[in-house]
């Protein structure tokens, strides 16, 4: 190499994923997908070694199973949210909506439930990769489809505005805050309708419905999507 002559471009590390599943055959399927995906995977069958390996700075995001053998998911989660941001993803069989809200109020990004699609858990950690890094590198090229402009009470969407009531522009704007992020109705309410008594969790439903149809009116896309047993949650990235 010439002197001065500037280095070439490092190839780009793939991202590497922690697997926390205790179950093998499960594992293996996952790995197997992750692998194909053109992902990095390492797994651990146990919750004793999780909250350390996901903390070690290796791995830019974990999927995690909730029940475990040596500690349980929502321990782990709770001791990785007090010193880091990586996105993790929960694998359960639990389908009661007390233990999704419990997981998702202290810091589970997304929430996958048995039995899925490996498919289905690749794609997911597709979208939070992508919010995570690559979304957030590429704002200033390449905003994002949904612009909400708070001052005025409008929202555009591919620059064409929706004509939204303001119950809607409230609930919009909070699922648009926080792309990726599963609210509940609970949740909904108290951060879009915390002054606003005549709105109850049921009436959420009817107000994602309008807002979606109006979205469908502008253009071909669904970024809302509905979690089953916990509430919503706006995708600002499509999955290929």
Not at 119 to 131: P, T
Request: with cysteine.
């Amino acid at each position: 190499m010439m002197k001065n002559e500037p280095m070439p471009n490092a190839p780009q590390q793939p991202e590497r994923i922690l697997l926390v599943e205790d179950e093998p055959e499960l594992a293996n399927i996952v790995r197997e997908y992750v692998e194909q995906a053109g992902m990095g995977i390492d797994h651990l069958d146990n919750g004793r070694e999780a909250t350390e390996a996901a903390l070690s700075g290796r791995y830019d995001l974990m999927l995690l199973d909730l029940m475990l053998p040596g500690k349980d998911g929502l321990t782990i989660c709770r001791e990785v949210r007090g010193s880091s941001d990586i996105p993790i993803i929960m694998l359960t069989a639990k389908v009661e909506e007390v233990d999704r809200l419990v997981g998702l109020e202290i810091g589970a990004d997304d929430y996958i439930c048995k039995p899925f699609s490996p498919r289905e858990v690749v794609a997911r950690v597709r979208v939070i990769l992508r919010r995570a890094g690559g979304v957030a590198a590429n704002a200033a090229t390449a905003p994002g489809r949904v612009q909400v402009d708070a001052e005025r009470w409008r929202i555009t969407i591919d620059g064409k505005p929706l004509e939204l009531t303001t119950r809607e522009f409230r609930l919009l704007e909070t699922l648009h805050a926080r792309p990726g992020r599963v609210f509940s109705r609970a949740q909904l309410l108290d951060l879009a309708f915390p002054d606003d008594a005549d709105v109850i969790d049921r009436t959420i439903d009817s107000h994602i419905k309008n807002i979606r149809s109006k979205i469908k009116a502008t253009c071909d896309w669904e970024p809302i999507r509905s979690v089953y047993g916990v509430g919503y949650a706006f995708d600002d990235v499509s999955v290929k």
